[in-house]
């Protein structure tokens, strides 16, 4: 069996995860308690925690 390792840069994958450590940081700080209660939030706040694209 031959098993080739490909790595590349820049990746739909990182891309993805880096989305969704964005997500989780803006989690935190919207609801720093750590319960999520997602009826609270207005409906700008709620796009924001779903949007899929980054904003700095």
């Known amino acids: 069996m031959t ?3 490909l790595i590349a ?3 739909i994958e ?3 995860a880096a ?3 964005n997500k989780r940081r ?3 700080r919207l ?3 750590g319960d999520i209660d997602v009826t609270q939030l207005d409906d ?3 796009l924001r925690l779903c949007a899929l694209t ?3």
């Open 3 to 5: 098993v080739h390792h």
């Open 9 to 11: 840069t820049h990746s």
């Open 14 to 16: 990182e891309r993805i």
């Open 19 to 21: 989305l969704q450590d």
């Open 26 to 28: 803006m989690a935190r």
């Open 31 to 33: 609801l720093p308690s």
């Open 44 to 46: 700008a706040e709620l």
């Open 54 to 56: 980054a904003r700095a």
